[in-house]
């Protein structure tokens, strides 16, 4: 029988012992899993709710947003984003195990129509609806995960890693949390690049001659050609999916003309 030690000093090793045989293995080295004759990525080791809900905490999120976990597990970083923090959330996870169980948790709290669990790999599966990504990896996986996150996410989205970096990105923060046994780090990111709205010809005519909800008017009066979706959002406390869908609005009644992407 094999036994899992976390090491109280580092979460990057973890200590193997079978009868009076001892080693302490890398799991940050791509050797490791081999070792384990693993067929997944990343082991389940469940995030500590306290730094779960910080991880939250520090990618602000809102109301409305929709948060993408890379891995169930259990499913507490969706079931938390959901219930504490109104958020639309889904995770991704390819252990069938790991599936069902958060699927059950999912129903038993009435969660169903606010939390989206999905069986399969999150190489696989599209990205790009997320305003906030949370992963709890590998470097080695971080590294594999980035050109797809960084061709799938939109410009301003945040993404959370718990314990491992993202390589060649600049953090935002880096916050260090203790709690009970261990210490742990957070790592913020934001995705790069604006989206800049261009009007329909002069929008200050245009405006006196149309009726909008409130909200569409003050996003409209915002939008010059050169402020970006993040900056109105900024300005309107809006967040920026809110303001991405009153601009789809405002395209479809011809008085915006397209969404320029600059990354």
């Given at each position: 029988m094999v036994k899992f030690l976390m090491n109280d000093s580092s979460p990057y090793f973890v200590g193997f012992e079978e009868d009076d045989y001892a080693e302490e293995k890398d799991i940050n080295n791509p050797d490791f899993f081999p070792y384990l004759n693993m067929p997944y990525d990343v082991p389940f080791v469940p995030t500590p709710e306290v730094?779960?809900?910080?991880?939250?905490?520090?990618?602000?999120?809102?109301?409305?947003?929709?948060?993408?976990?890379?891995?169930?597990?259990?499913?507490?970083?969706?079931?938390?984003?959901?219930?504490?923090?109104?958020?639309?959330?889904?995770?991704?996870?390819?252990r069938k195990d790991l599936y069902e169980q958060?699927?059950?948790?999912?129903?038993?709290?009435?969660?169903?129509?606010?939390?989206?669990?999905?069986?399969?790999?999150?190489?696989?599966?599209?990205?790009?609806?997320?305003?906030?990504?949370?992963?709890?990896?590998?470097?080695?996986?971080?590294?594999?995960?980035?050109?797809?996150?960084?061709?799938?996410?939109?410009?301003?989205?945040?993404?959370?890693?718990?314990?491992?970096e993202m390589p060649g990105w600049k953090p935002l923060i880096v916050e260090d949390l203790y709690e009970e046994w261990r210490s742990h780090k957070v790592y913020l990111y934001k995705i790069p690049g604006l989206e800049i709205p261009i009007p329909v010809g002069e929008l200050k005519n245009i405006i006196k001659n149309v009726k909008l909800y409130e909200e569409h008017m003050k996003v409209l009066e915002l939008i010059d050609g050169?402020?970006?979706?993040?900056?109105?959002?900024?300005?309107?406390?809006?967040?920026?999916?809110?303001?991405?869908?009153?601009?789809?609005?405002?395209?479809?009644?011809?008085?915006i003309n397209e969404v320029k992407v600059i990354k």
């Open positions: 730094v779960v809900r910080r991880m939250l905490q520090l990618a602000n999120v809102r109301r409305g947003e929709h948060v993408y976990d890379l891995g169930c597990g259990d499913g507490r970083i969706v079931i938390m984003a959901a219930r504490e923090f109104g958020a639309q959330a889904a995770c991704i996870e390819i958060t699927l059950r948790r999912v129903k038993d709290l009435g969660l169903e129509d606010r939390v989206r669990v999905i069986y399969g790999n999150f190489f696989e599966e599209d990205l790009s609806d997320a305003d906030v990504v949370t992963m709890y990896l590998l470097t080695s996986v971080n590294e594999r995960i980035k050109p797809k996150l960084e061709r799938e996410l939109k410009p301003g989205v945040r993404v959370v890693s718990h314990d491992f050169n402020r970006s979706i993040e900056e109105i959002s900024n300005k309107t406390q809006l967040t920026m999916r809110a303001v991405r869908e009153i601009i789809s609005d405002l395209i479809k009644q011809g008085l």
